[in-house]
């Protein structure tokens, strides 16, 4: 079964750099047909997409988001990441990483100073 989890700081101050990883088992992130994506969630908010990469790492981002987002991946760990640049308190959220319909637990991201 696949299982992904994420992690990184769950405090961030505005204008930083956010970095999260998402840990990936059951599954290789090189193989097969698969987008590996980062989905996040603000507070009372609904769910919005943010990013990809393909399993040839080939990389998909928000138009929204796209200027201030970089998602790369290591496959010798089986890990894929999400940076975002120069974060407000508009950041703050529940980021999730997800293969289909395989979701991480999600970790909370607070940008505060």
């Known amino acids: 079964q696949v299982q992904l989890q994420e992690s990184g700081p769950g405090l961030v101050k505005p204008s930083q750099t956010l970095s999260l990883t998402c840990t990936v088992s059951?599954?290789?992130?090189?193989?097969?047909?698969?987008?590996w994506d980062w989905i996040r969630q603000p507070p009372g908010k609904g769910l919005e997409w943010m990013g990809a990469?393909?399993?040839?790492?080939?990389?998909y981002y928000s138009p929204s988001l796209k200027s201030r987002t970089f998602i790369s991946r290591d496959t010798s760990k089986n890990q894929f990441t999400l940076q975002l640049s120069s974060v407000t308190p508009e950041d703050t959220a529940r980021y999730y990483c997800v293969r289909r319909e395989y979701w991480g637990q999600g970790t909370q991201v607070t940008v505060s100073s």
């Open positions: 990469i393909y399993a040839s790492g080939v990389t």
């Open positions: 059951g599954d290789s992130i090189a193989l097969k047909y698969y987008y």
